[in-house]
């Protein structure tokens, strides 16, 4: 199975700050036939459900605003906010889709500094 | 509008069964598959169990393999999870999740139903 691993656990920043999410897979999730790195990225606020944000490791959801973007490949990813605000508080998680049984981040949970 | 709404949650004991359920409109049902993922209490995401569009494989946890099956009723619009032989560990909310037409990630959740099992 795939172990994800997200890093730090919290991490506070000040408002417009940039906020940057870690996240690496114990095996690469890029695959090569199609160059798709299958990583996606959830937003969970308090009392409500995971949120998709990203997923193909860059690919924004429709509605997500453009401060939100995601890099990296093969076992490395990243979660960046550009210019935090004050409704970015939650927890984050990344997941990886590459194989069964898919398999999530511990969470990193993002507060204002 | 894609929604999905779950129910079936409550207090069980161990050892004890409990049916979930998760009705769903605003796509056509058969056309995605469809996922169970627990969060304990103060914990992280975890996924528990996959169903086909056509309803015709099922993939496990293995932390529920055994006591949990997951079935879809595609003329009713609705999934559900058969949970047997309950565990404290159990104890989390369930969130049906809908996998996206283009990938095995989850573009839209319900709100979720607390499982409890405690005596």
């Known amino acids: 199975d795939i172990v994800m691993t997200q890093s730090p656990d919290s991490l506070a920043v000040s408002l417009g700050e940039r906020a940057t999410i870690n996240c690496k897979s114990s095996?690469?999730?890029?695959?090569?036939?199609?160059?798709?790195?299958?990583l996606a990225w959830y937003q969970q606020k308090p009392g409500q459900p995971p949120k998709l944000l990203i997923y193909w490791a860059s690919t924004r959801e429709s509605g997500v605003p453009d401060r939100f973007s995601g890099s990296g490949s093969g076992t490395d990813f990243t979660l960046t906010i550009s210019s935090l605000q004050a409704e970015d508080v939650a927890v984050y998680y990344c997941q990886q889709y590459y194989s069964t049984p898919c398999s999530f981040g511990q969470g990193t949970k993002l507060d204002i500094k | 509008e894609v929604q999905l709404l779950e129910s079936g949650g409550g207090l069980v004991q161990p050892g004890g069964s409990l049916r979930l359920s998760c009705a769903v409109s605003?796509?056509?049902?058969?056309?995605?598959?469809l996922n169970w993922v627990r969060q304990a209490p103060g914990k992280g995401l975890e996924w528990v169990s996959s169903?086909?569009?056509?309803?015709?494989?099922?993939y496990y946890a293995d932390a529920v393999k055994g006591r949990f099956t997951i079935s879809r009723d595609n003329s009713k619009n609705t999934l559900y999870l058969q949970m047997n032989s309950l565990r404290a560990e159990d104890t989390a909310v369930y969130y049906c999740?809908?996998?996206?037409?283009?990938?095995?990630?989850?573009?839209?959740w319900g709100q979720g139903t607390l499982v409890t099992v405690s005596s």
């Open positions: 605003g796509f056509t049902f058969s056309d995605n598959a």
């Open positions: 095996q690469s999730v890029l695959d090569s036939s199609n160059n798709k790195n299958y």
């Open positions: 999740a809908k996998n996206s037409s283009g990938g095995y990630y989850f573009d839209s």
């Open positions: 169903i086909t569009g056509s309803g015709g494989r099922t």
